[in-house]
């Protein structure tokens, strides 16, 4: 009885959470303990917490990549056209003609309108740009230009005829011109070239006449100061849309330049116009564009803002005369702006490099869930004894999976944020730009949080059904079938469908002047890789047994490691896969990174000729500081050959200094560069022809031919004595003639001397214009390789690149699975060989090599699928291709340098931890829970 009736009452209790258990009952297993307790159980293991957490991140950031990646692209494409077009050539601009003097157009009794003066309606119209505009970002304020017609001046102390000039207003004009002497005050700036002509000073006057019209008007005007004349300057970008009015259309233009700008201040100019009867000024309102941090979408707000204020400045007007084409002015007027043809071409390169990127993103993340799953498998081998447990109370895969969600859902969220912030802060340092989109990042979240869902569900699938499995003593039916099922054949055999389409229909690398990158230029490496990749492993799998023969007279640590690597596992040569994978990626994007960049240098160094070429007005021979690494060549820009009248340019050498300066390949013709100057040294006979050399192109070499030179009668015989597929100074879509410079010149031959000279064009323009020489035109190699079709294809190889190493950061998270899976064992191991007397040196050298070679491997298997690769795909990749030379080929030996350190402190690290891993397991309690 006194046993009874505490039974009794255990009894009466275990039943009174009657009407709990019945709310448990109806939720079901998912308000049991386990799974309450799941989203905080993976911190008791933090081994199994840093993979899946590595894993869910770099899934994370493979997803936020390519919005990020293609905001970033766009935009540099934005920025580098507008910092390559004229800023006026990107601002809203409205240019009308109109009177300064008397009525304004379109009125009077003619047209029957009340009569307007002439100031008074620009004022008007003046008035009317200051406030359309207003609100409006990016927009700057109105600035106003006008340009009068050719006048004459004169005056001085001199009997010189007078000179022709242009007025000239413009905000900011004073400050962007040299100033030879001045006397302040009110005035007029008067070119150099008058005063000097005329023996003007500042401060005294010159008298300005207007010879067209109703007759001769005079003005007479105090000069306030000298300045240097713009056309004995070199270009600058203030004056880039007047360089029509500074400037000869042509450095090869022999007539006069344009009448100099006489320059004076908006009042000044609209009261001496006035004095003058000016009735043909030129008046071009323009509203600049401020560029920085100017995005895509926001530059096409921008264009529709632009075409509003376009209607509003140039709106039909009832009554006009010219119908359609009203100004403010009262005439014809011209509203303009390119920044829509930039937006446009910004937004193409986005949609062309949309393809390529978007499949290096997804192939990053197949990558990531690939070391989800394997996380899912590490959860199922740590979790083991907890996994038979709950298998052994009837939990099957859905309420083992569920668990496995439960648990990855905090740190899944955790990696969400870390990966998207991960992703904006790698596309702002290593993107084309830091500028992106004001929509980019959460385009990017929005495509994080969908990809991180899939990877958890992912997750769970794995391990809730390799849970299940594992709790099952009966193998599953077809498993070792489905292991090894040759999946590497139709990988290879996808990428041999990728490989043959971009054999056969070609890659068109620029499509209406924007580059395009085929998907499949990205896609076939990726496919090759992996089934090569995958071939070598199953090959590597077969001869790996054989080491356990050989190997027993070596040192302790070799033959520790050829022992692990004979019975190397499963997880093992995935290993290798990956990390062949990784590095394959990697290495080809180096090498066609490396060949574009090679083959862009060598495109920009031909058509210069040089790192600098200066074209100046006068014959200087090369000043004496550049001397050692510069040469003099003479540019014709047009001459034709008879009688088959082929255009053709010419390029007079020295063949003294040519090879100093000139940029020169083997690949550029079958003899070298010493060879083919030596044969164009010219005949003892001025009569006899000139040998000459053509490039690019052909002309006949029959007796008689010769060359006639546009601007001059000059015919010169010549003789063909050597040819070449390219050659420094060649124009892309016409044969050069190379002859010698001294020749061409005793024969009369018209051209401009050009400064070839390598290093910087800042010391170069400094000693040509110390000899005082006139520069016309500079050109670089860096101004070259910024064109917009060689870009893209450098930034998609660097996303390309990018992915390599995020595949590599992949394997290192496969690292950690591999030496966490067999981390009992080796404790184990590791403390029965101590006891026998192994060297705790020994045994990390051992781990060390195990993870050397595994890596070493896949660095060879992937280096040399990649080289294989590139090498098939790098002669499509010609963004200029009526530019020579062709593609050229070279492997990023960095790459492949940085590649091997990478491996090498892998290892290291590697067996570092191992070691300290082994020293503090308490080896009790390791085979309590292994048994």
């Known amino acids: 009885m006194s046993q009874g009736a505490p039974a009794r009452r255990a009894r009466s209790k275990s039943h009174r959470p009657a009407r709990d258990g019945g709310v448990r009952t109806r939720l079901g297993l998912a308000t049991a303990s386990p799974w309450l307790r799941a989203p905080f159980l993976l911190v008791r293991f933090p081994g199994l917490l840093l993979a899946i957490g590595s894993a869910l991140v770099i899934l994370s950031v493979a997803g936020a990549s390519s919005p990020l990646f293609l905001s970033s692209a766009g935009n540099a494409t934005l920025q580098d056209g507008i910092a390559a077009t004229c800023p006026w050539d990107v601002a809203l601009t409205h240019q009308a003609h109109a009177p ?39 927009l700057g304020p109105p600035e106003l230009q006008i340009v009068g017609i050719t006048i004459q001046v004169s005056g001085g102390t001199s009997s010189a005829l007078p000179r022709q000039v242009r007025l000239y207003t413009r905000p900011g004009a004073f400050s962007h011109v040299q100033t030879i002497g001045s006397a302040g005050g009110k005035g007029v700036w008067l070119p150099a070239s008058a005063a000097t002509a005329f023996k003007v000073e500042p401060g005294d006057s010159v008298t300005l006449t207007n010879v067209l019209g109703v007759g001769p008007r005079t003005a007479k005007v105090r000069v306030a100061a000298v300045y240097r004349d713009l056309v004995t300057l070199p270009r600058a970008r203030f004056w880039c849309w007047q360089d029509h009015l500074i400037y000869p259309l042509s450095v090869f233009d022999n007539r006069p330049p344009p009448p100099p700008f006489l320059i004076a201040d908006e009042a000044t100019f609209l009261s001496l116009s006035r004095k003058l009867g000016e009735r043909d000024a030129e008046f071009t309102w323009v509203f600049p564009v401020q560029p920085r941090r100017l995005t895509v979408p926001e530059a096409q707000t921008l264009v529709a803002n632009m075409q509003a204020i376009g209607q509003k400045i140039g709106a039909r007007t009832p009554g006009t005369f010219f119908g359609g084409y009203a100004s403010p002015l009262g005439g014809p007027g011209r509203t303009s702006s390119q920044l829509s043809f930039i937006a446009d071409k910004a937004e193409a390169t986005q949609a062309a ?32 004894a907890e996994v038979h447990l709950l298998s052994a109370k009837g939990v099957g895969s859905v309420g083992l999976g569920t668990k496995v969600l439960l648990e990855a859902l905090p740190i899944a969220a955790g990696a969400a944020f870390a990966g998207w912030a991960a992703g ?218 008879l009688p088959d009248q082929t255009l053709v340019s010419v390029l ?31 005949p003892q006979g001025g009569s ?12 006949p070499t029959a007796p008689g031919e010769s060359m006639f030179f546009r601007g001059g009668n000059v015919e010169i015989p010549i003789r063909v004595v050597e040819t ?36 910087d064009a800042g010391r170069a323009e400094q000693a040509i214009r110390a000899q005082g020489a006139h520069i016309l035109a500079v050109a670089t190699t860096h101004e070259i390789q910024r064109n917009p079709s060689f870009l893209p294809f450098s930034w998609v190889f660097g996303f390309l690149q990018a992915l390599g190493i995020m595949a590599g950061l992949i394997v290192l998270v496969g690292i950690l699975l591999y030496l966490e899976a067999r981390q009992r064992g080796r404790a184990i191991s590791y403390a029965l060989a101590s006891q026998m007397g192994l060297s705790r040196r020994s045994h990390r050298t051992s781990v060390a090599l195990e993870l050397g070679v595994l890596l070493a491997l896949g660095c060879v298997v992937g280096i040399g699928l990649a080289r294989i690769a590139a090498r098939i795909v790098y002669g499509r990749l010609d963004p200029l291709p009526q530019l020579p030379p062709a593609p050229l080929f070279r492997l990023p030996l960095a790459v492949f340098g940085l590649t091997a350190l990478a491996v090498l402190a892998a290892a290291w690290l590697g067996a570092w931890r191992v070691q300290h891993a082994a020293e503090r397991a308490r080896v009790s309690e390791v085979m309590r829970v292994a048994g």
């Open 353 to 384: 490099l949309r393809g390529p990127v978007q499949a290096i993103s997804l192939a990053a993340r197949a990558v990531a869930l690939m070391v989800v799953a394997a996380a899912g498998i590490y959860w199922v081998d740590r979790r083991r």
């Open 424 to 641: 904006v802060w790698l596309a702002k340092i290593l993107g084309p730009t830091d500028l992106l989109d004001a929509g980019a990042p959460s385009a990017a979240l929005r495509q994080v949080l969908w990809t991180t869902a899939v990877g958890v569900v992912f997750l769970s699938i794995v391990g809730g059904y390799g849970a299940h499995r594992a709790a099952e003593s009966e193998p599953v039916r077809g498993h070792r079938a489905l292991g090894a099922a040759p999946w590497e054949l139709a990988v290879l055999g996808l990428a041999g469908a990728a490989l043959y389409e971009i054999l056969t229909r070609g890659t068109q690398p620029v499509q209406n002047g924007v580059p395009k990158i085929d998907f499949l230029i990205v896609l076939f490496p990726i496919l090759f890789i992996a089934g090569g990749a995958g071939i070598a492993v199953r090959g590597l799998r077969r001869l790996l047994p054989k080491l356990r023969a050989s190997g027993r007279s070596w040192p302790s640590p070799a033959y520790l490691a050829s022992r692990r690597l004979a019975a190397a596992s499963r997880i093992a040569v995935a290993l290798v896969t990956a990390a062949a994978l990784a590095i394959g990626i990697l290495s080809y994007a180096g090498a066609l990174r490396s060949s574009l960049g090679a083959t862009t240098n060598a495109k920009a160094l031909l058509f210069t000729g040089s790192d600098v070429s200066v074209t100046v007005a006068e014959n200087i021979e090369v000043p004496r500081s550049l001397s050692p690494n510069a040469t003099a060549v003479t540019q014709i820009d047009s001459a034709y050959t």
């Open 100 to 138: 300064v003097g008397g009525e304004a157009l379109n009125s009077g009794f003619f047209y029957n309108q009340p009569s307007v003066d002439a100031l008074a309606q620009i004022r008007s119209a003046d008035a009317l740009m200051n406030r359309v505009d207003r609100g409006i970002g990016h």
């Open 724 to 759: 070449a597929r390219a050659f420094p100074g060649m124009a892309p879509d016409e044969p050069l003639v190379v002859a010698d410079r001294q020749a061409l010149a005793e024969r009369k031959a018209p051209g401009l001397r050009a400064i070839w000279t390598k290093g």
């Open 688 to 699: 006899a022809p000139l040998p000459v050399l053509v490039a690019g192109g052909s002309v």
């Open 652 to 682: 007079g050498v020295d063949r003294a200094t040519f090879a100093r300066a000139a940029f020169w390949d083997s690949s550029f013709a079958s003899a070298s560069l010493g060879q083919i100057l030596e044969e164009l040294k010219p």
